[in-house]
């Protein structure tokens, strides 16, 4: 069965260590390099996820703007 276009699977392998290497191709489709810091999702029910830099960039832009309201603390 052929994947529909954009979407991929790959398996990892959990280390002694708790460690997983993330397959190089999804490193490279999707710009991880060596010291990045990815962030992990976890529902019970839904597993874990791992989603791409700009998915939160919204959210962390809205509550660290600086906001003129005239208060100078």
């Not at 392998?13 to 999804?26: H, L, M, N, R, S």
């Amino acid at each position: 069965m052929k994947a529909p276009e954009g979407k991929y699977a790959w398996t990892a392998t959990v280390g002694e260590k708790g460690q997983i290497v993330i397959p190089k191709q999804a490193r490279e489709l999707f710009g991880i390099k060596p010291g990045d810091t990815l962030m992990l999702l976890g529902d019970i029910e839904k597993g874990i996820a791992i989603p791409n830099r700009g998915a939160f960039s919204g959210l962390f832009a809205s509550v660290f703007e600086e906001r003129n309201t005239g208060d100078p603390k």
